[in-house]
């Protein structure tokens, strides 16, 4: 597989919350991750993030991406992605009880790849606070 495929198995086995396992295969074990954006601001590695994903469909339901955009940068070995997460705040989990409101939120994910075609790093763009008002969280 190529880089591009490499990073575009492992950011729709993360956005579908398929958990570390589905992910591995596309990630080196220890690819850090980036993000300014509170819920996962604290998160260091790409495993942290996934599995972070794959507890979300036990707070919320109708969990769904949409993917808008992709592009490959060949001179900085980078895949982007460009989508919008969908999702319904029905069960318990997250900082209050469940608000039933539901979140529309755009995010740009950036992969950078090694030489063997994996993730190295992740970055993470998110406006999480218009996310979190969205819910009823902020």
Same mark, same amino acid.
Request: charged fraction near 20%; proline fraction near 5%.
């Given at each position: &597989?190529? !880089?591009? /495929?490499?990073? =575009?198995?492992? @950011?729709?086995?993360?956005?579908?919350?398929?958990? #570390? /396992?589905?992910?591995?295969?596309?990630?080196? *074990?220890?690819?850090?991750?980036?993000?300014?954006?509170?819920?996962? !601001?604290?998160?260091?590695? !790409? %495993?942290?993030? !996934? /599995?972070?994903? =794959? /507890? $979300? *469909?036990?707070?919320?339901?109708?969990? %769904?991406?949409?993917? +808008?955009?992709?592009?490959?940068?060949?001179?900085? %070995? =980078?895949?982007? @992605? @460009?989508?919008?997460?969908?999702?319904?705040?029905?069960?318990?989990?997250?900082?209050? *009880? *469940?608000?039933?409101?539901? &979140?529309?939120? +755009?995010?740009?994910? $950036?992969? @950078?790849?090694?030489?063997?075609?994996?993730?190295?790093?992740?970055?993470?763009?998110?406006?999480?606070?218009?996310? &979190?008002?969205?819910?009823? #969280? =902020?």
């Amino acid at each position: &597989m190529s !880089a591009f /495929e490499n990073a =575009a198995g492992f @950011f729709h086995a993360c956005e579908s919350s398929k958990g #570390w /396992e589905a992910c591995r295969p596309y990630v080196e *074990p220890d690819a850090s991750f980036e993000a300014q954006a509170g819920p996962v !601001a604290g998160f260091s590695t !790409a %495993r942290e993030y !996934a /599995e972070w994903m =794959a /507890e $979300v *469909p036990n707070w919320a339901t109708d969990c %769904r991406y949409d993917l +808008h955009a992709s592009a490959w940068d060949a001179e900085n %070995r =980078a895949a982007i @992605f @460009f989508a919008t997460f969908h999702l319904r705040h029905t069960g318990e989990g997250g900082p209050v *009880p *469940p608000t039933n409101r539901e &979140m529309d939120s +755009h995010y740009v994910f $950036v992969l @950078f790849m090694n030489d063997e075609d994996r993730v190295a790093r992740m970055v993470k763009i998110w406006n999480a606070h218009w996310a &979190m008002e969205q819910l009823g #969280w =902020a």
